[in-house]
């Protein structure tokens, strides 16, 4: 059966991951090449700020509690906050919530590593966006060895329960997995030193997690795979193309919310009435 | 001398102020008609996106630790969510921060009326929108007696404290009365109840704050003149029109940002240094 939809082409089927085995610049589901950016981004806003409306009217007058939570992760430069920039962008700021996740305090670190997680999640007719999220104590945790490693196995198990309870409870969890190469990073870390207006975005820790490239992809792996569920599946998009990245992101978050078949609330006021008591006061 | 900025011509003088005397229909300092707003939106646009950046960039690196605070006010259907909506609209969502006041709840009531002000406001590098404020505690508050009346007397001198204190401690207070007429209003509720999809907007309980106008007036224009200062003022925007409305918050925004002539935070590493770090990476 032809896959119709981005988010059909764009999640992570079962089995083994090979990162390697996909191309970060490719446009899957795009029909067009760059230039038909504007366009279709066009057409994407009109879409995203229509089902927005509906979702957040719903959330505030109580008639549906459904919310979105988009987690963004991938290696540095792969454009988690550009994306968020993007995106966002075409929303209305009141509908939605942006947490950047850095490394955790110590209040952070006395509790469980979901308990800052569940303290961020959007409310009803929100939309959430995770710069980084839980899954930086699966990814770093790992390759920088700052848990042991029958405490990383146990929280894939505690990931997966608490994400199906989210969706139990009404909230749409779309993982989105910016995938760029090696090569990607390079061309945007030497981008940044090259710009004095871009120096503040460059670390020279980047280049030590650099380093650890194949160590961080090979935890990527195993996290596509062992966290991937029909009810909250991982979507791998490929990101060496900044538009179509934003695009996709954009798209996945269209179809989502269209799925919903969201109405407008009701009415629950006499709508001729209020006419005639709104017109009595013509002059006031 | 002639009034060069938006900022200077929207800037409420000194003395008694009288509402009905403003034209809310009015475009100010908008050098053209409705048809050149969007090439005037998209330079706006540019201005701001480039602005809060550096603006951010100051706040992250700790290299400035100034910020903004945008409050609106307005009565109902001036657009204060709307101008929300399209002026952060134009700013990155990571640097945004957006809070609506609603009716204090029995914890908020339990403190003093700026108790829920202050843990909402922006942090160094942020801009933070308040869709109604402190003010509706010397607005409502008074039109509706929640309060004594010396207790209201308080609240404007505590009002000029407080935001004196912000001021000082580096955060720009822009107050954006968002002005409309009787009229204006009555055009856009009856557009609500014409338009299903804008039902849930639409409250019964505004047609009762409607009759209340010219108290809500007299309630503005003593809030007006007794809190606005040299380092807080006012900015009576018109607002019977939407898109001079939205351009000339975004414009004042701008303004004050560019006043502050904030640089790109500098290196705070060997460029050339990194550079061959990362090039001895080129293949991971």
Redesign the interface.
Known sequence: MAKTTLSERLRLPDGPVDLTAHDSRATPGFGGSKKDQSAATAALAEVLSDQQERLY?AG??GTDDRRVLVVLQGMDTSGK?GT??RV???????G?Q?T?FKAPTPEELAHDFLWRIERSLPGAGKIG?F?RSHYEDVLIGKVRALADPDEIERRYDAIDAFERRLVDDGCIVLKCFLHIT?DDQ?RR??AR?DD??K????D?AD?DE??L??RYREAYEVVLERCSSSYAPWFVVPSGRKWYRNWAVGQLIGEHLEALGLT????R?D?DA??E??AA????
Chains 1, 2 share one sequence.
């Not at 966002?88 to 009141?94: K, S």
């Not at 006061?281 to 006031?284: D, K």
């Open positions: 009217a505030v007058t906050g968020i920039r966002a962008g075409m929303l209305d700021p009141q939605v942006v950047s966006f710069d090696p390079l870390l030497r030193l004095p207006a120096h503040w975005k460059y020279p280049v650099r380093r490239w194949p407008w609330p009701e009415a006021f709508v209020e006419r008591r709104l006061t013509a002059t006031v």
